[in-house]
């Protein structure tokens, strides 16, 4: 059995028959040129249709895929109604072009001005152009690409590439995966694929010459692995893996709404991580009872200057209006370690991760630290929002920052602003240090979030980059355990909440021993939130 590999970027499984889709053969010379008034009204007639269809798919994604992900092809039309590149198809067509030739120089052009750029969101906007293209020529000349919608059951599509438009055709109950030759796990094929819930493997070099039509093959999503004309064990082995993935999610889906409570009565609550506001729909999507960590630094990554007061204050108060007055816990700057953001010049250490980070720069870079604790506290007018400091090793650290974010009310109150007025300000123990006086921070903290992935590595003293020591780096080594059991039973003794907000609490082998100890809320990635709903429920 031959096995072909690429990127799985949504996970699954599936066996079926190959069904290889190629692009509509368009020959762009194929009309002759009339008037430019009459190529001109083609154009706009092909942009009206265009407009029409993708309309329709907006709404069937809607359904399908929740609004974000349909707001992909809503960009589209934004893109397509672009004033450049509207001006520059008119200016083709007047310089004797046909509407075909036009739309084909135009958007060529943008393709490969975005293609050159190595960064992921302008090749997303290449791939997104050529949708566009390839939309608008199969309108202009009538030849339509193979229709994607009526596929037997039991198909898996290949294709170079696949594009939204293409993504939102597929009938969900008749194809079982799909493949591509280009994309990576943040493109809108993938993005769609995971939101529709399909087995998709993407960069999957010339898979459309290497599968033939009609071939039957096995998908694993997650692996990004293709097996060519499986054995019947093998075949079999995936059909099985498919059915109990779907079981598992059904299984799953139960505990949508579902409050989270232990078997004993004990109740529990389930949050979630985000980086960025767009990412409140998956957590609502997936049940979360509120935010447990937003990473605030993402918001000052991909980009040359800090975020204004004004920019921070609208992604924090979107997200608090969003989640509707569930707890919003925001994490303030978390910089430095491995997370870098070039314009803020940290200088390069010898140990970053026990260097220049997190509250140690804030407190250092007042302004800065002030001009997010502003944005957070009028933001916190909208909603439930909690002030989160990250790396605590001294009780002095969270005093300091209490007496900036006063300096701050001062400061808005005097600016006559509108801002919500003891906002509780809560750490993560996330430092030995941190659970050593852990009853000491107790005393300045309106709650606890264990952040495991930090803990674990300052506990055992382990970089995790370092392969040679990485069996180290485990939540279940008795020293991490112990940590996190004093830390619970610091909260409880002071009488604050405590969560967590590490990868360890999505640790089914793990939740148990949390719920022993007496841990409030865990938060996770959002798509974990049923998986850890079902495992709190299964605790005595
Ligand atoms: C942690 O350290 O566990 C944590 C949640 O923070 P981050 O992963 O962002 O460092
Ligand atoms: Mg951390």
Redesign the pocket.
């Known amino acids: 059995m031959k096995v072909l590999k690429g990127i799985g970027v949504s996970s699954g499984y599936a066996v079926g028959r190959a069904k290889i889709i190629k692009d509509a053969e368009i020959d762009i010379n194929s009309c002759a040129y009339t008037t430019a008034q009459e190529e001109l009204a083609k154009f706009q007639d092909a942009v009206s249709a265009y407009t029409k269809e993708t309309r329709k798919l907006i709404e069937s994604l809607n359904e399908s895929a929740g609004k974000e992900n349909a707001d992909i092809l809503n960009g589209h039309l934004v893109m397509v109604n672009d004033p450049f590149m509207l001006s520059q198809i008119n200016e083709n067509i007047n310089s004797g072009k046909t509407a075909q030739q036009a739309v084909d120089a135009v958007c060529c052009g943008f393709y490969d001005m975005f293609a050159a750029v190595d960064d992921d969101m302008m090749k997303q906007r290449a791939s997104d152009i050529l949708d566009i293209r390839n939309s608008l020529m199969e309108i202009l000349s009538g030849v339509r690409s193979e229709s994607i919608e009526d596929m037997p059951r039991g198909t898996i599509l290949i294709a170079k590439d696949f594009t939204p438009s293409m993504t939102s055709r597929i009938n969900r109950d008749n194809v079982f995966a799909i493949i591509a030759e280009v994309g990576s796990v943040t493109s809108h094929s993938a993005i769609l694929a995971r939101a529709i819930d399909m087995p998709a493997v993407l960069s999957v070099k010339a898979a459309t010459e290497n599968i033939q039509d009609g071939a039957l093959i096995a998908v694993d999503g997650s692996k990004g692995e293709i097996i060519f004309e499986p054995d019947e064990a093998t075949a079999e082995k995936y059909e099985k893996l498919r059915e109990s993935y779907f079981a598992e999610k059904a299984s799953l889906s139960e505990y949508f709404g579902k409050e989270t409570v232990t078997k004993s009565g004990v109740k529990k609550a389930v949050y979630a991580?985000i980086g960025k506001p767009e990412d409140i729909d998956s957590v609502i999507h997936n049940g979360g009872e509120g935010v447990g960590?937003f990473?605030t630094e993402f918001l000052f990554m991909d980009r040359d200057s800090m975020p204004t007061e004004n920019e921070q204050f609208e992604a924090y108060s979107t997200v608090a209006k969003s989640m509707a007055g569930k707890e919003v816990i925001i994490r303030t700057l978390?910089i430095g370690?491995d997370k870098a953001v070039p314009y803020l010049d940290i200088p390069k250490e010898d140990n970053p991760f026990l260097g220049y980070r997190a509250i140690r720069y804030c407190l250092d870079n007042k302004e800065l630290f002030k001009t997010q604790l502003k944005a957070l506290l009028r933001a916190a007018y909208f909603g439930d929002i909690k002030i989160m400091l990250?790396l605590i090793t001294d009780t002095s650290e969270i005093k300091a920052a209490k007496s900036l974010i006063s300096e701050c009310e001062k400061e808005l109150e005097a600016r006559g602003a509108q801002f919500k007025k003891n906002v509780p300000v809560g750490v993560?123990i996330?430092t030995p240090a941190a659970v050593l006086i852990a009853d000491d921070l107790a005393k300045e903290s309106a709650f606890f979030s264990?952040?495991?992935?930090?803990?674990t590595g300052y506990v055992m003293a382990v970089d995790r980059g370092n392969g040679k020591v990485l069996n180290l780096y485990s939540v279940q080594k008795k020293a991490v355990l112990r940590a996190i059991e004093m830390t619970i039973k610091s909260a409880r003794k002071a009488g604050i909440p405590v969560g967590m907000?590490?990868?360890a609490a999505a640790d089914a082998e793990l939740i148990p021993l949390l719920v022993k100890w007496g841990l409030d809320e865990f938060s996770v990635t959002p798509n974990a939130v049923l998986a850890t709903r079902k495992a709190i429920c299964e605790c005595e």
């Open positions: 991580n960590l990473r978390d370690g990250p993560m996330e264990i952040g495991t992935n930090d803990l907000c590490g990868e």
